[in-house]
T-cell receptor, first 115, second 114 residues
Framework: AQKVTQAQTEISVVEKEDVTLDCVYE???????LFWYKQPPSGELVFLIRRNSFDEQNEISGRYSWNFQKSTSSFNFTITASQVVDSAVYFCALSGEEGTDKLIFGTGTRLQVFP | EAGVAQSPRYKIIEKRQSVAFWCNPISGHATLYWYQQILGQGPKLLIQ????????DSQLPKDRFSAERLKGVDSTLKIQPAKLEDSAVYLC????????????FGQGTRLTVV
């Protein structure tokens, strides 16, 4: 069975601090995809990144970076120099079940960035 | 490019009543999803359409939930009769037909069953 665990329920930081959101996944598939989505108070899920299981290169996009480690089944997300606008709930998700591309979401981490 | 549109944004009903939600996906997106997000949890897939055919409805409570996607475009999700535990945000998403491509989500419909 596929499962995504986000152990951090809520994180609070002060602006300009770096913060890392943890994501651990379980799957028996050899090919799978990992995602991060941001859910601001408006409610819609905003796509941040998709990574396939064959690409373990870390990725950086502006203040965002992702660390994918197959050996520990983790796909962690770091925000550098956090800003108030980063306040949201962040979801890690997994897909790859043969025949469908449905997303299995974690329970989310609520990030609050204080000025 | 217009995003995924959903209506209504909010709905309050009494238990045992029926309710319907509407979704208009991004133009050209063949795949459409309905997710249920209970407060404090991650979204859970209810049903996935590819054009107007159902790909996965394994987690749809079929005794009370139904969904259709007419002509492979708009979709409606219905609950009849509603229960208290159906209180949640119902999210619609769409993606291109290719497997595991990025899904774009609407703002959701927040349903409260009292």
């Amino acid at each position: 069975a596929q499962k995504v665990t986000q152990a951090q329920t809520e994180i609070s930081v002060v602006e300009k601090e770096d913060v890392t959101l943890d994501c651990v996944y379980e799957t028996r598939d050899t090919t799978y995809y990992l995602f991060w989505y941001k859910q601001p108070p408006s409610g819609e899920l905003v796509f941040l990144i998709r990574r396939n299981s064959f690409d373990e290169q870390n990725e950086i996009s502006g203040r965002y970076s992702w660390n994918f480690q197959k050996s520990t089944s983790s796909f962690n997300f770091t925000i550098t120099a956090s800003q108030v606008v980063d306040s949201a709930v962040y979801f890690c998700a997994l897909s790859g079940e043969e025949g469908t591309d449905k997303l299995i979401f974690g329970t989310g981490t609520r990030l609050q960035v204080f000025p | 490019e217009a995003g995924v549109a959903q209506s209504p944004r909010y709905k309050i009903i009494e238990k045992r009543q029926s309710v319907a939600f509407w979704c208009n996906p991004i133009s050209g997106h063949a795949t459409l999803y309905w997710y249920q997000q209970i407060l404090g949890q991650g979204p859970k897939l209810l049903i996935q359409f590819q054009n107007n055919g159902v790909v996965d409805d394994s987690q749809l409570p079929k005794d009370r939930f139904s969904a259709e996607r007419l002509k492979g475009v708009d979709s409606t999700l219905k609950i009849q009769p509603a229960k208290l535990e159906d209180s949640a945000v119902y999210l619609c998403a769409s993606s291109l037909a290719a497997l595991n491509t990025e899904a774009f989500f609407g703002q959701g419909t927040r349903l409260t069953v009292v």
